[in-house]
């Protein structure tokens, strides 16, 4: 209930637990529309075209047309005024369009070749969407790839190609409650495995908390919670290339054996919690601690506690330090298709300005993707999100490839069948391993 | 509709045409012509939105279509029966069958059971009788998403209505849904009681073609309640329990949304059916692999109804 197999921070989560069926049976209906004509196979070079164009020089023109999903499709339209009056012969068309059916949409578009210019993407979709040959190359020098958080620039990379420029990021961080963690004798967050442990015991035995830290026992998103241990403990989901999977790894099992103590130390549960139920008992004092992203803020305000009274940490390496953590966010691609690509890119490149990158932070709350834009404005004064700011500089982005939805669900399995004792580390990560590798990245 | 009238009018012109061939072959030409006129709407409509989809999806249920093959759907490469290979040596797929076969096998008497049971009730009261209709039909129209929020609530380990009542009798419950072998029980009986009420009032409306004189002729005779039920009312509705056992089977065989709303396909797959594992697929971009799931799906469909209408056919 905690996380969402769709990184794509706090609109995405809230809207695809409802998305999932609508998407999903339209997926259905579009690839039904196909009709049975003879097939002809794949030719040999099935790949998207990777060769990147310049774009012009000088101010963008014509009609640009947005596509961007939640608030943020509500909130851009009258966003772009500046960008609109900087380049007087360009006007920008937003369409806001609902999370539910956004992936939808864009598939079908990409299908019939009637895209919009631009559109949001969520980071788990770049893969399937630049695969279908639907999304171009980012043109080289529309950005500094070096200014963006390395985590969130690699969401847009594709098998070495990046489709996109990366618009806003949130990422994964250790909340607790600070007034029990003084009871228990802390005074500062844990920051290490060894210690988180020890926080746990002690929130237990000290503060008197039923379930001290509560991590996902399995179950769809649980691996956005599980797979930040392994990356501590420097594994990796695919080869460097990316062209492979690498999870039957000593890593992994590390993180998984760390995971799985959580469980059989009684710091968390293996039972389902009840939508809402994390933060309401988090406030009641029944949770002590959890890792989740950055709307979580709002939604434990909203449960009643006082902001005085949690923290937030970054997560607590394996052996010290701060540990890796997951980054989701939206990426903003051009489509191949797209009528005034020029200008559309020209948009993009407006929208990652470290100052407009600020502006949009003060208009929508969403974490900047730009790192110099964390400089400026009440970003730099705020306290907690300043802790999500530093773990963005250790984060990691999930694989690329098309396939990822599907080999994350195979681990939420495993995850599930470990913490439930139904499977031992080595057998699930080599399991994990193994239908990886038969269903392939798809690439 | 359409066909329908269109077909009688067809026969009608031909029975009344048939005294005076010459001149009717062209009124019935004309009569044909409008026929097909009126019928063509609703077969464009079929051909388009249903036998088209139908036959593109199983094509691609003997394709390796994937979601990445959406702007050249024509460019992928035909392999024969390799998905329905794949899929019966899928270990999901085993598990995902057992737990649809269960539904249905436990779900569909259960549910018929319990329908047959309140019409019964039902038709020998006069009074309430509106309010009690209403009161089983209410879950079936009520949103599935606030059914089950109010289903998870009483499931609640702790805290929940059936572990309180189960507490006073002294019985420590256990976590319903959190349980491998009691999630999908907790299921069917949920959906029992959520898809009684459609049952009910037709099992209602058949319970009252029962001829009141046969009845009473057995009470003469000196049957007993039991008796009357089950040799007059029951094959006398015989009928409409088979009507009753195909649309539940067929609604069972489908399930989908309880499992989605109330368990996610969860805890460790024990809840997950068929239709879920292929919506999972479409999800994944599979969509050879799911259609190939789908065509499975549709075989085991048609051949429980051969089963149903072969055990419950009228016996002449």
């Known amino acids: 209930m905690t996380t969402h197999p769709t990184p794509v921070g706090r609109t995405r989560r809230r809207a695809s637990l409802r998305a999932a069926p609508a998407r999903r049976l339209a997926a259905l209906a579009t690839a039904g529309a196909l009709l049975a004509l003879p097939a002809c196979g794949r030719s040999s070079d099935s790949g998207p075209g990777t060769s990147k164009q310049d774009i012009s020089s000088g101010k963008a023109t014509g009609t640009i047309t947005v596509w961007a999903m939640g608030t943020e499709g509500a909130e851009l339209g009258s966003f772009v005024k500046d960008f609109e009056t900087a380049n007087p012969d360009a006007d920008v068309k937003v369409t806001a369009i609902p999370w539910e059916s956004a992936h939808d949409k864009i598939s079908t578009a990409i299908a019939s070749g009637d895209t919009p210019d631009v559109s949001l993407i969520g980071t788990t979709w770049m893969g399937e969407f630049s695969q279908a040959d639907g999304l171009e190359p980012t043109p080289d020098g529309l950005v500094d790839p070096g200014s963006f958080y390395e985590g969130a620039w690699n969401s847009t990379e594709v098998d070495g190609t990046s489709y996109g420029v990366p618009w806003y990021v949130e990422t994964r961080v250790l909340y607790y409650r600070k007034d029990l963690a003084a009871q228990a004798g802390w005074d500062k967050a844990p920051t290490s495995w060894r210690e988180l442990s020890a926080f746990a015991a002690d929130l237990k035995s000290k503060a008197g908390v039923d379930m001290p830290l509560y991590v996902q026992p399995g179950q769809t998103g649980s691996w956005q919670t599980a797979l930040p241990f392994v990356w501590s403990a420097g594994g990796q989901m695919t080869d460097q290339a990316g062209t492979a999977y690498t999870l039957d790894s000593d890593a992994m099992k590390a993180g998984l054996t760390f995971y799985k103590s959580l469980f059989d130390d009684g710091y968390s549960t293996t039972g389902t919690l009840d939508a809402g139920q994390l933060e309401s008992d988090f406030a009641k004092g029944d949770i002590g601690a959890f890792i989740s992203g950055p709307w979580e803020i709002g939604l434990v305000k909203d449960a009643g506690l006082d902001a005085g009274k949690f923290a937030v940490a970054p997560l607590p390496g394996q052996e010290s330090g701060m540990g890796t953590s997951f980054i989701g966010g939206g990426d903003l691609a051009v489509f191949r298709d797209a009528k005034n690509r020029d200008g559309a890119w020209k948009l993009v490149q407006w929208l990652s300005q470290p100052d407009v990158q600020t502006n949009w932070y003060e208009t929508m709350s969403d974490l900047p993707a730009v790192k110099s834009a964390w400089d400026g404005g009440s970003l730099a004064d705020d306290q907690m999100l300043s802790v999500f700011g530093e773990q963005l500089n250790n984060g990691e982005a999930p694989p690329t490839t098309p396939t990822w939805e599907q080999v994350a669900a195979v681990i939420d399995s495993d995850i599930e069948q470990v913490v439930k004792g139904k499977k031992d580390v080595g057998a699930a990560a080599s399991d994990m391993q193994k239908q990886a590798q038969s269903i392939g990245t798809g690439l | ?316």
Request: with cysteine; proline share 5%; aromatic share 12%.
């Open chain 2, 1 to 316: 509709m359409t066909t329908g009238s269109a077909a009688s009018q067809a026969a009608v012109a031909t029975e009344a045409d048939r005294p005076a061939p010459r001149r009717g072959s062209v009124s019935r030409r004309r009569q044909t012509r409008t026929a097909w006129g009126l019928a063509l709407p609703f077969c464009l409509l079929f051909l388009v939105f249903t036998a088209g989809p139908v036959l593109g999806s199983l094509w691609m249920s003997v394709t390796d279509i994937r979601n990445t093959d959406i702007r050249s759907p024509f460019a992928v490469n035909f392999v024969g029966f390799d998905n329905y290979t794949k899929l019966f040596q899928d270990p999901l797929f085993h598990t995902v069958a057992w737990n649809t076969a269960l539904y249905v096998v436990l779900g569909v008497p259960l549910t018929m059971v319990m329908a047959l049971a309140a019409a019964v009730g039902l038709n020998g009261i006069s009074r309430l009788r509106g309010f009690f209709r209403i009161g089983y039909y209410l879950p079936v129209v009520t949103s599935i998403v606030a059914v089950s929020v109010v289903w998870r609530f009483l499931l609640r380990p702790d805290g929940g209505l059936v572990n309180t009542v189960l507490g006073y009798v002294g019985i420590d419950g256990p976590a319903w849904l959190d349980s491998t072998s009691l999630a999908l029980p907790s299921l069917i009986v949920m959906a029992a009681w959520r898809n009684l009420g459609t049952l009910m009032v037709v099992f209602l409306a058949g319970l009252q073609t029962v001829p009141k004189d046969v009845l009473e002729a057995a009470s003469l005779d000196g049957a007993s309640a039991w008796q009357r039920f089950r040799n007059v009312t029951l094959p006398t509705i015989r009928p409409i329990l088979l009507f009753g056992a195909v649309i539940t089977s067929i609604g069972y065989l489908q399930f989908f949304e309880e499992a989605y709303v109330m368990t996610k396909g969860g805890p460790l797959d024990s809840t997950r059916s068929v239709t879920f594992y292929t919506y999972d697929q479409f999800g994944f971009g599979n969509y050879g692999y799911a259609a190939a799931m789908s065509y499975v799906l549709f075989v085991a469909v048609v051949l429980l109804t051969l089963i149903q209408f072969r055990a419950l056919r009228t016996k002449d």
